[in-house]
Structure formats: C-alpha cells, structure tokens
C-alpha cells in the first residue's frame, strides 16, 4: 500500500447540492458559505489552505449559466 506522506490534508467541511435557487440563496447567506460550479478552482485553493470554508453550496444544475 502506498502512503503520500507529502500530501497535507485539506480542511473540513459541509457541502451542500440545493434543488433550488431560493434554497441556494438561503445557504449561502451562512456566515463561511462558497458556492461551487464544477470545483476546480476551490479544490486548488483547498489544497493550499487559502480558503477555508465552513459550507461548500453546489449551484450546478440550478440554471445559473
């Protein structure tokens, strides 16, 4: 079994797939709340520990584009 000791975890925490956007909206008034579309970008900032949200509010599917 191989071990990535090099690789630092990344922070906890809640996430959220709304069905809606007025539910959405509600969420993401939290106090530590990001939206994502896709994640790519957040995954990078997790990593690196430059954002630490408390909920991650997944917006895809609600017909935002």
């Known amino acids: 079994m191989k071990t990535f000791e ?3 975890p990344m922070p906890e925490f809640e996430y959220v797939k709304p069905s809606s956007l007025k539910e959405a909206l509600g969420l993401l ?3 530590g709340a990001v939206p994502i579309a896709g994640g ?3 995954t990078i900032l997790l990593a690196d ?12 599917g609600l017909g935002l584009s």
């Not at 520990?49 to 895809?60: A, E, F, M, Q, S």
């Open 6 to 8: 090099y690789l630092t």
């Open 49 to 60: 520990w430059r954002v630490v949200p408390k909920l991650v509010v997944d917006i895809t």
């Open 40 to 42: 790519t970008d957040l």
């Open 29 to 31: 008034s939290q106090e």
